[in-house]
Nanobody, 128 residues
Framework: QVELVESGGGLVQAGESLRLSCAAS????????MTWFQQAPGKEREGVAH???????VYADSVKGRFTISKDNAKNTLYLQMNSLQPEDTGMYYC??????????????????????WGKGTLVTVTA
C-alpha cells in the first residue's frame, strides 16, 4: 500500500525558513515524479514545486528563488526547503506522486488532477 506522510510544517514569522519532508512507503521514489502543492485558506490547491524522475525541477513563479525541491531516493523522502517565507505562503502543503511517463517534461508544476497518490498534508503558517 502506497503511503505519503508529510512533516515539518509550523508557525513562523515572515522571512524565516522551514523544511518540509515527505516520507514514502510502499513504492520507490525513483519511479515517480513528485510535486508539492499549497492550498491557501479559501483557495484551490496549486502546485508550487515539481521534481521529475530524472531530477529536473520546475517551480511556480511565486516561489522561484525562495523554495527548493529535492529528493533522496535512497531514503524515499522528498523535501521542500522554504526560505524567505511570506504570509501568502500560508496554507496546507501536500506532497503527491504521479506515474505519468511524460512527467519529466513539465514546464511548470502540474495540476492536482494529474496525481496518483497524496499525503494528508502539513500546515504552514507565516505571520507578518
Amino acid at each position: 500500500q502506497v503511503e505519503l506522510v508529510e512533516s515539518g510544517g509550523g508557525l513562523v514569522q515572515a522571512g524565516e525558513s522551514l523544511r518540509l519532508s515527505c516520507a514514502a512507503s510502499g513504492y520507490s521514489y525513483s519511479g515517480y515524479c513528485m510535486t508539492w502543492f499549497q492550498q491557501a485558506p479559501g483557495k484551490e490547491r496549486e502546485g508550487v514545486a515539481h521534481i521529475g524522475k530524472d531530477g529536473s525541477v520546475v517551480y511556480a513563479d511565486s516561489v522561484k528563488g525562495r523554495f527548493t525541491i529535492s529528493k533522496d531516493n535512497a531514503k524515499n523522502t522528498l523535501y521542500l526547503q522554504m526560505n524567505s517565507l511570506q504570509p501568502e505562503d500560508t496554507g496546507m502543503y501536500y506532497c503527491a506522486a504521479e506515474l505519468n511517463l511524460a512527467c519529466d517534461q513539465y514546464q511548470s508544476p502540474p495540476s492536482d488532477i494529474a496525481m496518483d497518490y497524496w499525503g494528508k498534508g502539513t500546515l504552514v503558517t507565516v505571520t507578518a
